[in-house]
């Protein structure tokens, strides 16, 4: 490996983050204090040359646009979906991007000469989502896109478990009569809260069909009332679940249903304290007041991939604010 050193060690002080989802690369940079310096987004290559071409161009095209030379960027990392070995930097299974097995890490740092780290796309955003908010001790990020999966933060670090699962609470069985989850279990929490189950379920054409599915509540459609209290339940029980089994004192929601936004967060609200209703230990736990919904457009995803970069070298971004 080359390191870039045009212009000394002290002034390599942009940490870069990219969050590498299916059809785009968010991309920020970041400075040692913590402060955004610009974003950008690229679009994403399919399969693994692709991957790490469009990896290697986001990295250069946000050093052009935010002004700063290649040699001043002193760690990447990457969030992006699949199975991924952080300490390795591989990545295995990531179906949506056409890779079956790469080793991203090494091959980025190859071609760009600057330290990378790769992290799993959900456990980055999480660790982003605790930084930008502020949160301390302890922390969930509940991501409620195609799939439905958490990142776990306490003190600052993701909580892995012992095989990297903490968090997946998307495949709880919370109904063993339940949808048929792509797991191959029965009720899974993702056959209620998650895009992709809620979309099969609802079955009609059309580009949005979760905003279809609200829209349709609205006017009646038994149907689409049904999936939408699905969707709240699900989310409840994911959001009961992170906290009976981990006590985070709050679960940020984010992901590609929270555009729906108030409509959204207002049901799963309603859906906790329903759920709590006959129960005075659960009304003691106070999760309605517990969730907060991910702001649309944060840079979490991407920035949470920027800490993640920082901990491959010895100095750590600290929160900002
Ligand atoms: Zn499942």
Request: contains cysteine.
């Given at each position: 490996m080359t390191v870039i050193q045009n212009a000394g060690?002290?002034?390599?002080q942009v940490r870069v983050g990219l969050d590498v989802g299916g059809t785009k690369i968010d991309a920020v940079a970041v400075s040692?204090?913590?402060?955004?310096?610009g974003r950008l987004r690229r679009p994403t290559g399919w399969g693994e040359d692709a991957v790490v071409t469009s990896i290697v161009d986001a990295v250069t095209s946000l050093a052009d646009e935010v002004g700063?030379?290649?040699?001043?960027?002193r760690s990447v990392g990457v969030g992006i979906p699949g199975l991924v070995d952080a300490e390795t930097g591989r990545v295995l299974h990531a179906v949506n991007l056409g890779v079956?097995?790469?080793?991203l890490a090494a091959r980025a740092q190859d071609v760009i000469g600057v330290p990378f780290r790769v992290e799993n796309d959900v456990k980055a955003a999480a660790l982003g989502a605790a930084v930008l908010s502020g949160a301390a001790g302890s922390m969930a990020y509940l991501n409620l896109g195609t799939g439905v999966a958490a990142g776990i933060v306490i003190d600052g670090t993701i909580w892995r478990g012992s095989r990297g699962?903490?968090?997946?609470?998307?495949?709880?069985?919370?109904?063993?009569?339940?949808r048929l989850c792509g797991c191959g279990q029965?009720?899974?929490?993702e056959t209620f809260c998650g895009g992709g189950a809620l979309a099969r379920a609802w079955g009609r054409p059309g580009a949005l069909p979760i905003l279809d599915i609200f829209e349709a509540a609205d006017e009646g459609d038994l149907q689409a009332s049904a999936l939408r209290a699905d969707l709240f339940h699900g989310a409840a029980a994911a959001v009961r679940i992170l906290v009976l089994s981990a006590d985070v004192e709050t679960v940020i929601i984010g992901g590609g249903?929270?555009?729906?936004g108030a409509s959204l967060e207002n049901g799963i609200r309603a859906a906790l304290l329903a759920d709590a209703d006959t129960s005075p230990f659960m009304r003691s736990l106070q999760l309605d007041a517990r969730i907060e919904l991910l702001p649309v457009g944060s840079p979490a995803a991407a920035f949470g991939a920027a800490v993640v970069g920082a901990s491959a070298s010895e100095k750590e971004i600290v929160a900002h604010g």
């Amino acid at each position: 490996m080359t390191v870039i050193q045009n212009a000394g060690l002290d002034s390599r002080q942009v940490r870069v983050g990219l969050d590498v989802g299916g059809t785009k690369i968010d991309a920020v940079a970041v400075s040692e204090a913590g402060e955004i310096l610009g974003r950008l987004r690229r679009p994403t290559g399919w399969g693994e040359d692709a991957v790490v071409t469009s990896i290697v161009d986001a990295v250069t095209s946000l050093a052009d646009e935010v002004g700063y030379p290649m040699g001043d960027v002193r760690s990447v990392g990457v969030g992006i979906p699949g199975l991924v070995d952080a300490e390795t930097g591989r990545v295995l299974h990531a179906v949506n991007l056409g890779v079956e097995s790469l080793d991203l890490a090494a091959r980025a740092q190859d071609v760009i000469g600057v330290p990378f780290r790769v992290e799993n796309d959900v456990k980055a955003a999480a660790l982003g989502a605790a930084v930008l908010s502020g949160a301390a001790g302890s922390m969930a990020y509940l991501n409620l896109g195609t799939g439905v999966a958490a990142g776990i933060v306490i003190d600052g670090t993701i909580w892995r478990g012992s095989r990297g699962t903490a968090g997946e609470v998307g495949h709880i069985s919370v109904d063993p009569n339940g949808r048929l989850c792509g797991c191959g279990q029965r009720g899974c929490i993702e056959t209620f809260c998650g895009g992709g189950a809620l979309a099969r379920a609802w079955g009609r054409p059309g580009a949005l069909p979760i905003l279809d599915i609200f829209e349709a509540a609205d006017e009646g459609d038994l149907q689409a009332s049904a999936l939408r209290a699905d969707l709240f339940h699900g989310a409840a029980a994911a959001v009961r679940i992170l906290v009976l089994s981990a006590d985070v004192e709050t679960v940020i929601i984010g992901g590609g249903i929270t555009a729906l936004g108030a409509s959204l967060e207002n049901g799963i609200r309603a859906a906790l304290l329903a759920d709590a209703d006959t129960s005075p230990f659960m009304r003691s736990l106070q999760l309605d007041a517990r969730i907060e919904l991910l702001p649309v457009g944060s840079p979490a995803a991407a920035f949470g991939a920027a800490v993640v970069g920082a901990s491959a070298s010895e100095k750590e971004i600290v929160a900002h604010g």
